[in-house]
């Protein structure tokens, strides 16, 4: 399932706060997925609109043993309709 492929909701920086009163989700989903894919997973699974999908790659954190895996976070942009969020 695409569900899968979104690894979990971003909710623990400040800046996520701040997103959410924009009507915005931030997400960390698997590098593969595409911003089509993004829309489709979130307008059925939240049973929103999409407005918007922005991805950026953050860079990749090294340690001792190897780096860590990449990700991809995503920032969802949704009707201002939505009362979920609040």
């Known amino acids: 399932m695409m569900l899968d492929l979104v690894k979990y909701p971003v909710i623990r920086t400040e800046k996520t706060t701040r997103l959410v009163e924009n009507n915005q989700l931030s997400f960390d989903v698997d590098v593969r997925i595409t911003k089509p894919q993004i829309r489709k997973i979130i307008e059925e699974f939240f049973n929103v609109k999409v407005l918007a999908v922005n991805t950026h790659r953050p860079p990749r954190k090294t340690n001792r043993l ?20 609040k």
Request: hydrophobic residues 35%.
């Open 66 to 85: 190897g780096s860590k895996p990449s990700y991809k976070r995503v920032i969802v942009t949704v009707d201002s309709d939505v009362t979920l969020l």
